[in-house]
Protein backbone atom coordinates (compact mmCIF):
# COMPACT_ATOMS: atom_id res chain seq x y z
CA UNK A 1 0.00 0.00 0.00
CA UNK A 2 1.08 3.42 -1.08
CA UNK A 3 2.24 5.53 1.97
CA UNK A 4 0.81 9.44 2.34
CA UNK A 5 2.35 11.60 -0.62
CA UNK A 6 5.26 13.40 0.05
CA UNK A 7 3.64 16.94 -0.50
CA UNK A 8 0.92 16.23 1.50
CA UNK A 9 2.99 14.99 4.15
CA UNK A 10 5.10 17.90 4.30
CA UNK A 11 2.14 20.39 4.19
CA UNK A 12 0.85 17.61 7.12
CA UNK A 13 3.72 18.54 9.12
CA UNK A 14 3.64 21.77 9.16
CA UNK A 15 -0.01 21.92 9.98
CA UNK A 16 0.86 20.04 12.99
CA UNK A 17 4.05 21.95 13.35
CA UNK A 18 0.96 25.13 13.78
CA UNK A 19 0.93 26.50 10.40
CA UNK A 20 -3.04 26.17 9.80
CA UNK A 21 -2.87 27.75 6.07
CA UNK A 22 -0.71 24.59 5.06
CA UNK A 23 -4.20 22.89 5.52
CA UNK A 24 -5.99 25.15 3.45
CA UNK A 25 -3.90 23.79 0.74
CA UNK A 26 -4.70 20.35 1.32
CA UNK A 27 -8.00 21.17 0.65
CA UNK A 28 -7.65 23.51 -2.10
CA UNK A 29 -5.48 20.16 -3.46
CA UNK A 30 -8.49 17.67 -2.91
CA UNK A 31 -11.51 19.51 -2.70
CA UNK A 32 -12.71 18.88 -5.92
CA UNK A 33 -12.04 15.12 -5.59
CA UNK A 34 -13.89 14.64 -2.80
CA UNK A 35 -16.76 16.75 -3.60
CA UNK A 36 -17.24 15.02 -7.01
CA UNK A 37 -17.09 11.34 -5.39
CA UNK A 38 -19.71 12.27 -2.79
CA UNK A 39 -21.78 13.99 -5.33
CA UNK A 40 -21.88 10.64 -7.05
CA UNK A 41 -22.31 8.67 -3.80
CA UNK A 42 -25.15 11.22 -2.29
CA UNK A 43 -26.69 11.99 -5.77
CA UNK A 44 -27.11 15.61 -4.17
CA UNK A 45 -24.50 18.73 -4.98
CA UNK A 46 -26.23 20.67 -1.64
CA UNK A 47 -25.08 17.36 0.18
CA UNK A 48 -22.15 16.50 -1.03
CA UNK A 49 -20.82 20.18 -0.31
CA UNK A 50 -22.23 19.54 3.13
CA UNK A 51 -20.43 16.46 3.72
CA UNK A 52 -17.36 17.65 2.51
CA UNK A 53 -17.26 20.50 4.57
CA UNK A 54 -17.89 18.83 8.00
CA UNK A 55 -15.16 16.16 6.53
CA UNK A 56 -12.31 18.81 6.07
CA UNK A 57 -13.59 20.51 9.79
CA UNK A 58 -13.00 16.82 11.13
CA UNK A 59 -9.90 16.14 9.43
CA UNK A 60 -8.56 19.38 10.63
CA UNK A 61 -9.25 18.40 14.27
CA UNK A 62 -8.41 15.08 13.77
CA UNK A 63 -4.90 15.27 11.91
CA UNK A 64 -3.02 14.53 14.44
CA UNK A 65 -4.52 10.91 14.53
CA UNK A 66 -3.28 10.88 11.17
CA UNK A 67 -0.38 8.34 11.21
CA UNK A 68 1.08 8.02 7.35
CA UNK A 69 0.09 4.58 6.59
CA UNK A 70 -2.16 5.68 4.02
CA UNK A 71 -2.75 7.97 1.20
CA UNK A 72 -4.48 11.42 3.26
CA UNK A 73 -7.44 11.30 0.55
CA UNK A 74 -8.36 7.57 1.74
CA UNK A 75 -8.22 8.55 5.16
CA UNK A 76 -10.07 12.20 4.50
CA UNK A 77 -12.59 9.92 2.27
CA UNK A 78 -13.58 7.29 5.07
CA UNK A 79 -14.00 10.55 7.44
CA UNK A 80 -16.68 11.43 4.82
CA UNK A 81 -18.48 8.70 4.37
CA UNK A 82 -18.82 8.30 7.80
CA UNK A 83 -20.32 11.89 7.89
CA UNK A 84 -22.15 10.93 5.29
CA UNK A 85 -23.73 7.81 6.89
CA UNK A 86 -24.51 10.31 9.95
CA UNK A 87 -26.63 12.60 8.11
CA UNK A 88 -28.15 10.14 6.10
CA UNK A 89 -29.70 8.58 9.65
CA UNK A 90 -30.82 12.18 10.23
CA UNK A 91 -34.46 12.62 8.98
CA UNK A 92 -34.72 15.92 6.77
CA UNK A 93 -36.91 16.78 3.82
CA UNK A 94 -34.57 17.08 0.36
CA UNK A 95 -35.60 20.67 -1.47
CA UNK A 96 -33.58 20.46 -4.33
CA UNK A 97 -33.02 23.77 -6.28
CA UNK A 98 -33.19 24.90 -9.94
CA UNK A 99 -29.72 25.52 -10.04
CA UNK A 100 -28.98 22.40 -8.93
CA UNK A 101 -30.78 20.59 -11.35
CA UNK A 102 -28.66 22.57 -13.63
CA UNK A 103 -26.09 21.86 -12.62
CA UNK A 104 -26.77 17.93 -12.60
CA UNK A 105 -27.99 18.44 -16.58
CA UNK A 106 -24.68 20.39 -17.93
CA UNK A 107 -24.40 23.22 -19.76
CA UNK A 108 -26.15 24.98 -22.44
CA UNK A 109 -24.77 24.06 -25.99
CA UNK A 110 -22.92 26.38 -27.64
CA UNK A 111 -22.13 24.79 -30.85
CA UNK A 112 -23.50 23.16 -33.87
CA UNK A 113 -22.18 19.56 -33.21
CA UNK A 114 -25.64 16.98 -33.21
CA UNK A 115 -23.85 16.07 -29.39
CA UNK A 116 -25.08 19.93 -28.77
CA UNK A 117 -28.51 19.99 -29.54
CA UNK A 118 -30.98 20.35 -27.02
CA UNK A 119 -32.24 17.36 -27.49
CA UNK A 120 -29.10 15.85 -26.76
CA UNK A 121 -28.42 17.19 -23.51
CA UNK A 122 -31.84 16.24 -22.64
CA UNK A 123 -31.08 12.68 -23.11
CA UNK A 124 -27.91 12.76 -21.79
CA UNK A 125 -28.99 14.37 -19.14
CA UNK A 126 -31.68 11.77 -18.65
CA UNK A 127 -29.33 8.96 -18.73
CA UNK A 128 -27.30 10.45 -15.89
CA UNK A 129 -30.72 10.57 -13.41
CA UNK A 130 -31.47 6.88 -14.43
CA UNK A 131 -27.70 5.99 -13.39
CA UNK A 132 -28.06 7.94 -10.22
CA UNK A 133 -31.27 7.06 -9.22
CA UNK A 134 -30.15 3.20 -10.36
CA UNK A 135 -27.35 4.46 -7.90
CA UNK A 136 -29.30 5.74 -5.10
CA UNK A 137 -30.98 2.43 -5.14
CA UNK A 138 -27.93 0.09 -4.39
CA UNK A 139 -27.04 -0.23 -0.67
CA UNK A 140 -24.26 2.03 0.74
CA UNK A 141 -21.83 -0.60 0.82
CA UNK A 142 -22.51 -1.44 -2.91
CA UNK A 143 -22.87 1.97 -4.24
CA UNK A 144 -19.67 3.50 -1.99
CA UNK A 145 -17.56 0.71 -3.12
CA UNK A 146 -18.71 1.17 -6.93
CA UNK A 147 -18.27 4.79 -6.95
CA UNK A 148 -14.74 4.64 -5.49
CA UNK A 149 -13.90 1.79 -8.13
CA UNK A 150 -15.27 3.27 -11.29
CA UNK A 151 -15.64 6.87 -10.37
CA UNK A 152 -12.60 6.98 -8.54
CA UNK A 153 -10.65 4.59 -10.16
CA UNK A 154 -8.96 3.40 -6.48
CA UNK A 155 -6.97 0.39 -6.10
CA UNK A 156 -9.00 -2.66 -4.64
CA UNK A 157 -6.45 -2.41 -1.98
CA UNK A 158 -7.06 1.42 -1.17
CA UNK A 159 -10.59 0.63 -1.32
CA UNK A 160 -10.39 -2.08 1.27
CA UNK A 161 -8.35 0.54 3.79
CA UNK A 162 -11.24 3.00 3.20
CA UNK A 163 -14.13 0.39 4.05
CA UNK A 164 -12.24 -1.09 6.65
CA UNK A 165 -12.42 -4.85 5.01
CA UNK A 166 -10.62 -7.45 3.30
CA UNK A 167 -9.25 -6.79 -0.48
CA UNK A 168 -11.82 -10.47 -1.09
CA UNK A 169 -14.51 -8.56 0.29
CA UNK A 170 -14.49 -5.61 -2.01
CA UNK A 171 -14.28 -7.74 -4.58
CA UNK A 172 -17.12 -9.68 -4.01
CA UNK A 173 -18.76 -6.32 -3.43
CA UNK A 174 -18.13 -4.54 -6.40
CA UNK A 175 -18.76 -7.41 -8.61
CA UNK A 176 -22.22 -7.82 -6.68
CA UNK A 177 -22.91 -3.86 -7.15
CA UNK A 178 -22.20 -3.81 -10.62
CA UNK A 179 -24.58 -6.71 -10.89
CA UNK A 180 -27.38 -5.35 -9.46
CA UNK A 181 -26.79 -2.31 -10.98
CA UNK A 182 -27.03 -3.60 -14.24
CA UNK A 183 -30.46 -5.47 -13.00
CA UNK A 184 -31.89 -2.15 -11.97
CA UNK A 185 -30.80 -0.32 -15.36
CA UNK A 186 -32.37 -3.04 -17.97
CA UNK A 187 -35.19 -2.93 -15.79
CA UNK A 188 -35.64 0.51 -15.88
CA UNK A 189 -34.95 0.70 -19.80
CA UNK A 190 -37.68 -1.86 -20.34
CA UNK A 191 -40.01 0.36 -19.33
CA UNK A 192 -39.19 2.75 -20.68
CA UNK A 193 -37.98 1.70 -24.37
Not at 119 to 135: T, W, Y
Amino acid sequence: MDAVNTNDETLIAECLDGRAEAFGQLVVRHQDRLYHSLVRMLGCPDDARDVAQDAFVLAFQKLSTFRGQSRFYSWLFRIAMNVAISERRRPRHRVRSLDAIHEQAGVQPTDSHPSSAPSHSVELAEQQELVQKALARLSDEFRTVLVLKEMEDLKYEEIAEIMECPVGTVRSRIHRARQELREILAAEMSKNP
